[in-house]
């Protein structure tokens, strides 16, 4: 059975319930195809959760003292080649990085199997089919929301315990009791971004710009027009376009007849970038203020000074002093030879949250994991201290950031 994705929905039809209808479809079609996993897996000797786990995966000891014999399997589903090839190799880097100082400590060993999604929902579906078979602990990834709505169901069928790290679109968790994330939700960074330029720029009115057609974006946008309402701005005028479209004269040129005091806007970085150096090329100077998809040294690099004074909300600050941070800034940069973005922040401290799992039952079985995932609570990484939460949610301070000199800058 094949299922396609409907990448923009018709005018006349609610995009909300299209996008309900159609990841309640295809959730079907991949639970059913779990559940054959999951029985081929019984039938050959599995121990019936799709495949089952490596031998020696039980340990002994707990936290620093946890040793366990097998080697615990970490499969992680990123995109390195599509749309958003540019996150999935940060995520990589981060990634790497903390499997070399994880497989440097005593007591416990990793293998990490990373597979390119495609930034394609039908193809991170298979990757996620063979993680589920093949014994994998536990996954991380996939990059997007849109991915993730259709993948995820696979690995909570078969109980293989899910960290989002990148994944902010509301319901991600929502899926099932195996589903956990690292990256804050919109609904947690959004407010305060939208909260933090309102004091700051005194916002009365603006113009809000979206893709219509992507969860993530989608759902930043609801959030927006939520946090907007909440502060007294008025909303002049609701512009979308495709996840993607690279010309955006025609919307900003829209927006400038508005005469808005800013642009509120829900991109990933491959819409942001143009976005934001056609308005200063058509001369829009109202402030531009973007969300989670925004935060990527990208934006400076290749939008330039067209980038300057874009506000930003972030789950992570590359300026912070803490331990964790400075650490991982300085490995990074040793290793990869540039700076990391908030995307390898993420990743890096979602392997570092899979040990902290693991190591709290010393087991690598995949049931272990799922119960250590909940039991997360201040733990310090390069993104703050982090708890998880009852709704499986990461909990950490968020971040409002201010291009400055073309840097990130925390926003005061």
């Known amino acids: 059975m ?26 079907t079609a991949v639970i059913l195809s779990a559940s054959a996993l999951v029985l081929a897996g019984c039938s050959a000797g599995g121990d019936g959760d799709g495949g089952g786990s490596a031998e020696g995966l039980k340990g002994t000891g707990s936290g620093e003292s946890c040793v366990i014999e097998g080697t615990v399997q970490v499969g ?34 990793y293998e990490l199997k990373v597979e390119d999604d495609g930034t394609d929902p039908r193809q991170a579906i298979g990757v996620f089919e063979n993680f589920v078979g093949d014994g994998t602990s ?36 929502e899926q099932g009791d195996f589903i956990f994330r ?3 939700t919109e609904a947690q960074v959004i407010p305060q971004t939208i909260a933090a330029a309102t004091e700051k720029l005194g916002l009365e009115k603006v113009v809000v710009m979206y893709s219509n057609d992507d969860a993530f ?32 004269r025609s919307l900003l040129t829209a927006a400038k007849e508005q005469d808005a005091d800013a642009i509120v806007v829900s991109a990933l970085i491959e819409a942001a970038i143009p976005l934001v150096t056609q308005a200063r090329e058509l001369g829009v100077d ?10 990527n040294p990208q934006l400076m690099a290749d939008a330039g000074d067209a980038a300057e004074g874009v506000i930003v909300g972030a789950a992570w600050n590359s300026a912070s002093d803490s331990p964790e941070n400075t650490d991982f800034m300085a490995a990074f940069e040793e290793k990869h030879g540039s700076g990391p973005d908030q995307f390898a922040a993420q990743a890096y401290t979602g392997l570092k949250i899979i ?5 709290a039952n010393c087991s690598g ?22 708890s998880i939460n009852e709704n499986r949610d990461a909990e950490h301070p968020a971040v409002v950031q201010i291009v400055e000199d073309g840097k990130f800058a925390v926003l005061k």
């Open 2 to 27: 094949t299922l396609h994705p409907i990448d923009v929905a018709p005018a006349n039809l609610n995009r909300s319930l299209i996008g309900d209808l159609m990841r309640k479809a295809v959730r």
């Open 76 to 109: 992680a589903a990123l995109s390195l080649t599509g749309g958003a090839a540019s996150y999935g190799e940060s995520q990589q880097k981060g990634l790497e990085l903390a499997l070399e100082e994880l497989n440097a400590a005593e007591g416990v060993k």
């Open 138 to 173: 536990a996954i991380i990834g996939p990059t997007l929301s849109n991915t993730a709505f259709q993948a995820q169901p696979v690995a909570q069928e078969a109980g293989v315990p899910v960290l989002a790290i990148s994944n902010t679109a509301t319901g991600i968790t």
């Open 182 to 184: 690292d990256s804050l």
């Open 217 to 248: 974006t989608e759902s930043g946008f609801q959030v927006m027009e939520s946090a907007l309402e909440d502060e007294g701005v008025e909303i002049a005028d609701t512009l979308t376009f495709s996840v993607k479209d690279t010309d955006f």
């Open 286 to 295: 109202q402030p531009i203020i973007g969300g989670n998809g925004f935060n």
């Open 355 to 359: 040990d902290h799992a693991v190591r």
């Open 365 to 386: 079985e995949r049931a272990d994991i799922q119960d250590g995932l909940t039991q997360v609570k201040d733990l310090a990484t390069p993104l703050g201290e982090i």
